[in-house]
């Protein structure tokens, strides 16, 4: 299975974004108090759509220009480094990091961040390979499918690729 980022997933993510910003281009439309207009811009910015596109340009850092291969015996990354082979074998665990809405598998989601959430695969060797929601919307499920290793899950608040 070939997995890469298309433009659809980012439209697909970015989606939230919509309300907020017609919203904003609405008030601005209408007139009224400046004050107001700018009170609204402020709260949207800051709990929408800042937030929102940090987190989504920290998984696109780690997810441009790449192409995962999930294969029967390994995973491919052919990326702007190389081409990098890592084998059944060589995986120790799988670590998929999420908010606290996804860990619990909630439907109902406060802020359009806690759609996102990303797997790190831990090599034997010490190395970390970060395959974010970006490459698909269950890229956790399609790792257990595919592999019978050690899988974790932890909680983070804002689940942005650190290394």
């Known amino acids: ?3 890469k980022v298309s433009t659809w997933k980012h439209i697909e993510k970015l989606w939230t974004l919509v309300f907020p910003c017609l919203l904003i281009l609405y008030l601005l439309f209408i007139g009224g108090s400046e004050l107001y207009i700018l009170l ?3 709260i949207l910015g800051f709990t929408l759509i800042f937030p929102l596109l940090f987190i989504h340009f920290n998984h696109y850092r780690y997810s441009k220009r790449r192409i995962v291969e999930l294969l029967d015996n390994m995973i491919k990354v052919e990326g702007e480094n190389g081409v990098v ?3 059944l074998e060589d995986i120790s665990s799988i670590t998929t990091y999420m908010s606290g ?6 439907s109902l989601q406060t802020f359009p961040t806690e759609e996102y959430y990303y797997c790190r695969i831990n090599t034997k060797g010490g ?3 970060y395959l974010s929601c970006l490459f698909s ?3 956790d499920e399609l790792l257990k499918e595919r592999f019978n290793v050690t899988f974790f899950k932890e909680k983070k608040y804002y689940p942005t690729i650190n290394e």
């Open 1 to 3: 299975m070939v997995l």
């Open 40 to 42: 609204t811009i402020v």
């Open 85 to 87: 082979i890592i084998d």
């Open 101 to 106: 809405v996804r860990y619990a598998n909630l």
């Open 137 to 139: 919307e269950n890229i």
């Open 127 to 129: 190395e970390s390979i």
